[in-house]
């Protein structure tokens, strides 16, 4: 399997100019500013997803992620997703989830054929050691990064933004890692408290917090204003956890196989059945894993796109006009990790939307990089969008409130902030012909606060992570400045 950007050259370039997976790992941004992708979707067949039904999460990781990676040995990557994918890492769920089960579906309402309901249920990703579906695709990434290193004897600095869940998990990822460095951007004071906590309680040598006076945004842009800095990426050897980086939506393409399976069965049809995804939206990464999925052969019949008060997405699914808002424009909201006006991997879905041109990428996005927005309604591309499967709806503050209330006092579970806007349009978007999944992005002990204005109670949090706000915490503050964050760099690697 060879990788193409979505800026470069057509996928009928020669062959070997086209860099393998473990290249793309290293990379993060293509050189010519574009995101990866594979040159083609790998199809799944009717027997293999038969197969693959009951396979233990590391087994099905294998079985899928062997499609897209071909330049590491079959043995050492099944061994890295055996250490990856075990109880122990991603223990940390509600204290009636399945301690031996990662991902766990739980049905909210079951399907009943009689009634014609599809069912509901949220699918619950956020178990890791951060609390954050995050922790699905990097804890490997951590494991990929320390394995492909080793058999090339380099090292890496990574830099990434965090708009609230990424960094911590990254941090937790990459900590005491070797050859690893990571220096991690954040939105000053716009976290929650527990969120600063996870990552600027870490002390470890390879552990670097700043924090950007500004909005995710503003920290996002820094970092591929650096990766897009060739030289200075060269001479540093930057690389990149943000979801930018391939490894980390294929890693998560996997969950959207285990929830299916966990949401169908063999004797209600099977393969054959279809299962809608609501999928919480801000840098379009996790829904893009889900849309890769469909396109692989997967039985998704809708992926339901949802935001909050930063609609940037829903917009565009609603009219074909995609208009990134500025940093002023920004919403602070109660969902904080998807205070994002600029989604990343938009790009990669939009690259299969023009029929992967890549001259029509590099048009819209020369658009969107000066800060200006691009319009394809009335193009023959956004006529093709419902082939794609993608709905979409937006939550506000007061809809997360109800939704969180709704879920405690109907279902008896506490949900965060960022899985309410799932849920509430998820909700609304349901359809008797198929099960509505909600993906869970975050355990409700991130996002204390709102919770406790929700319900009056706060929420229950793994004893390891009892009183991490009380721990000292060490970040270095800084104005939003590409060249201040080089001068952090060199600094520290000097």
């Known amino acids: 399997m ?9 996928s009928n370039a020669p062959h070997a ?3 393998g997976f473990s290249e793309i790992l290293l990379g993060g941004l293509a050189p010519d500013g574009g995101l990866y992708l594979p040159e083609y979707y790998p199809q799944v067949t009717t027997s293999e997803l038969e197969r693959w039904r009951e396979l233990s999460y590391a087994d099905l990781a294998f079985a899928v992620l062997a499609k897209f990676i071909d330049d590491i040995p079959p043995d050492d990557l099944k061994t890295l997703l055996a250490r990856t994918y075990i109880p122990q890492v991603y223990g940390n769920g509600r204290s009636d989830s399945p301690a031996s089960e990662i991902t766990p579906l739980r049905w909210l309402e079951r399907p ?3 009634s014609g309901e599809g069912g509901l249920a949220l699918l619950e990703l956020s178990n890791g050691p951060t609390l954050a579906f995050k922790d699905m695709a990097m804890q490997l990434l951590g494991n990929l990064f320390e394995y492909v290193l080793a058999q090339r004897r380099e090292e890496i600095n990574i830099l990434g933004a965090t708009s609230g869940d990424t960094g911590s998990s990254a941090e937790y990822a990459m900590r005491g890692k070797a050859g690893v460095r990571v220096f991690m951007l954040s939105p000053h ?5 527990f969120q600063r906590a996870q990552m600027y309680s870490l002390h470890d040598d390879n552990i670097h917090n700043i924090a950007v006076r500004g909005m ?4 996002q842009d820094i970092v591929k204003a650096v990766a897009n800095d060739h030289a200075f ?4 050897k930057i690389g990149a956890v943000n979801s930018i980086n391939w490894a980390r939506v294929a890693a998560q393409v996997v969950y959207y196989f285990k929830g299916y399976f966990a949401a169908t069965s063999e004797t209600a049809g099977g393969n054959a059945q279809r299962v809608a995804f609501a999928v919480p939206s801000g840098n379009f990464g996790n829904i893009c894993a889900g849309h890769i999925a469909r396109m692989m052969g997967l039985p998704i019949g809708r992926l339901v796109l949802a935001t909050n008060e930063n609609d940037v997405l829903d917009e565009f699914f609603a009219t074909g ?10 919403h602070a909201t109660s969902s904080p990790s998807m205070d994002i006006s600029k989604a990343s991997n938009f790009e990669r879905f939009v690259f299969d939307l023009v029929g992967r041109d890549p001259a029509v990428i590099r048009k819209l996005w020369t658009e969107v990089d000066a800060g200006r927005s691009f319009d394809l309604s009335g193009t023959p591309s956004f006529a093709r969008l419902p082939e794609f499967g993608f709905v979409s709806g937006h939550s506000t503050h007061a809809d997360r409130l109800a939704t969180i209330r709704r879920a405690f006092e109907t279902w008896g579970v506490m949900i965060d902030t960022h899985t309410a806007d799932g849920l509430k349009v998820g909700s609304e978007l349901r359809s008797s012909e198929m099960p509505m999944v909600v993906l869970e992005t975050a355990l409700p002990a991130k996002f204390e606060e709102t919770i406790v204005e929700a319900l009056g109670r706060r929420p229950e949090r793994p004893p390891a992570l009892q009183g991490i706000e009380d721990l000292p915490q060490r970040v270095e503050v800084i104005d939003v400045s590409v060249e201040a964050v080089k001068a ?3 600094r520290e690697l000097h």
């Open 17 to 19: 100019a086209a860099p």
């Open 233 to 236: 990426k060269a001479r540093y």
């Open 321 to 330: 006009v995609y208009r990134p808002r500025s940093s002023a424009q920004t």
């Open 216 to 219: 995710f945004d503003d920290a």
């Open 189 to 193: 004071e716009r976290m929650s408290a």
């Open 112 to 114: 009943n054929a009689a």
């Open 488 to 490: 952090i760099i060199e």
């Open 2 to 10: 060879r990788y193409l950007s979505t800026r470069g050259a057509p």
